[in-house]
């Protein structure tokens, strides 16, 4: 068990790291072409590619032509959580495989 929450936080981490990293690349006044990409990938995943955007209404969300422009801090927080329950299940896929060794 206690190999299950370091992996999945390790890997929660680093799967939830570009919007850390679009944060600290404004307040560097930086730009960064691979971060934005890779922020915008990160939340557009979840929301539009595999459909998490319908769960929440227009005044929580807007979307533009690169994707999410605006949102309430509750579809932030499901975006997060969408990426820990796949570090989850990472992390249990992984050691699954280990254990049949």
Do not use: C
């Amino acid at each position: 068990m206690r190999q299950f929450l370091l992996r999945t936080t390790t890997i929660g981490i680093l799967l939830n790291l570009p919007p850390l990293l679009a944060q600290l690349m404004t307040l560097l006044k930086l730009d960064i072409t691979p971060i934005i990409l890779a922020t915008l990938l990160w939340a557009n995943t979840p929301l539009q590619y595999l459909g998490m955007a319908s769960i929440f209404t227009q005044q929580q969300i807007t979307f533009e032509e690169w994707g999410v422009s605006q949102a309430a801090p509750v579809v932030w927080v499901s975006v997060v959580l969408f990426w820990l329950l796949l570090a989850g299940l990472i992390s249990a896929i992984s050691l699954l495989r280990i254990s049949r060794r």
